[in-house]
């Protein structure tokens, strides 16, 4: 039920990611008051009279505003038209519902809270104001010095009742605006809350809302994950850019589908470079199983998309290199903030990527030492790796056999989930 009528008030305003805040509200608020002027025409006492051509013709108006503003996108130029169709209508209502002595005045109080609401800045907030004032002004000066241009009521006993409904309709209308105010910015903060949490993890996502900043944690043992297209510089010189971003965009959502299912934490992309680490920001104790389980599916994907990548690119393979060790992981920068990580276990899971070979998954013997029950690998000996030194490596070739669970032994089995846990 609340989706539906989520997907209604999106038909009526504009949905969030097409529409900004100002944009929905301005056509909140144009429907609101283009529907309320419209109904009070139907008003007994209005009919027949210019009352009904006031609340009839600036209903009009307001549903013109808003049909304006929904599907041409003009609502910019429109706020000061609808703000003086709003004053000018109040004006002549309250002269002809018996000026104080009706409630046709309780309308300035949305009346201001709409215009103030729709001010694009202090400025206008400031002339929206005055303006209001000096309405306000105008009618009860001409209530005071020309009260002939009232429209008194024909009995008295007619006052009670008119007060009554418009002070209810006043109520009705504030309280809508009041919810039209709190959906739309409902709205706006579950699309933050969705992008904050897209680009940080969610507790540490929950840290920086609450005291704006993340304080960064040490890991004693966690693992990393990088990867790296073969051969991009070549495909990238030879295939227009627009093509290339969408074959590498493809490839990484693919990674992001893995990660996601595997528990790792991606981290960031560097040109045709992924990394993402396992363990963190929640340890677990098969962090090292799943960052091998993951660079297994990502060579297995990347096999099964190329066929279908462009002729230039169909021979992209990827290499992937895998570390294990203590690293330290937080929030960086003040603006366009990320999720990273640092130490010399980072720096060691690129020189795995890096003195890997194509289609395989390339592990330390730190690493090793935590997946060789589960997977078979094959050692490559001690590798002299940039910067670092001799390293002992190993190609891991698959799942063993009593924990797979499908011919080609990417699928773990229930006992692999246990075990690894």
Request: positive net charge; aromatic residues 12%; contains cysteine.
């Amino acid at each position: 039920m609340r989706k539906t009528i989520r997907l209604l008030l999106d038909k009526l305003v504009g949905d969030a990611k097409n529409y900004s805040l100002e944009h929905r509200l301005f056509n909140s608020f144009a429907l609101l008051n283009g529907v309320s002027n419209t109904l009070g025409s139907l008003n007994p006492s209005s009919n027949y009279s210019w009352l009904f051509l006031l609340n009839l013709g600036t209903g009009l108006l307001f549903v013109g505003y808003y049909v304006a503003a929904r599907f041409y996108s003009v609502y910019r130029i429109l706020y000061w038209p609808f703000v003086f169709t709003m004053e000018i209508f109040l004006f002549f209502n309250i002269l002809g519902n018996a000026g104080s002595l009706g409630g046709a005045h309780y309308y300035y109080i949305p009346l201001v809270l709409i215009s103030t609401i729709l001010s694009r800045n202090s400025r206008t907030t400031l002339y929206a104001a005055a303006l209001s004032v000096l309405f306000t002004v105008a009618v009860f000066a001409v209530e005071m010095y020309r009260p002939q241009f009232l429209t008194p009521y024909a009995k008295a006993q007619d006052r009670l009742p008119d007060i009554v409904g418009q002070f209810l309709f006043v109520q009705i209308l504030c309280a809508t605006t009041v919810i039209i105010l709190k959906n739309q910015f409902n709205v706006e903060r579950d699309k933050s809350d969705r992008l904050l949490r897209n680009i940080l993890p969610d507790h540490v996502a929950d840290e920086l809302k609450k005291f704006d900043k993340v304080q960064s944690v040490h890991f004693d043992n966690a693992t990393v994950l990088f990867t790296d297209m073969v051969g991009f510089t070549k495909y990238a010189e030879n295939l227009p850019p627009a093509q290339l971003v969408a074959e590498l965009d493809g490839c990484f959502k693919i990674f992001d589908q893995i990660v996601r299912e595997l528990g790792l934490e991606k981290i960031k992309t560097i040109g045709d470079s992924y990394m993402a680490a396992s363990g963190i920001p929640i340890a677990t104790r098969a962090h090292a199983v799943n960052a091998v389980l993951a660079g297994l599916r990502m060579q297995s994907a990347i096999a099964r998309l190329r066929p279908s990548l462009t002729a230039q690119a169909s021979a992209w393979q990827i290499r992937v290199g895998i570390h294990s060790g203590p690293l330290v992981a937080g929030v960086i920068g003040s603006e366009k903030f990320s999720y990273d990580i640092w130490g010399d276990t980072v720096n060691t899971a690129s020189r795995m990527e890096s003195s890997g070979a194509a289609g395989r998954v390339n592990i330390s013997r730190a690493t090793f030492e935590l997946v060789k029950e589960f997977f078979e690998c094959e050692y490559r000996g001690r590798l002299t790796a940039k910067n670092k030194g001799e390293i002992e490596m190993y190609f891991v070739n698959r799942i063993k056999s009593d924990y797979a669970s499908d011919a080609d032994g990417f699928l773990p089995n229930a006992a692999f989930s246990r075990a690894a846990a």
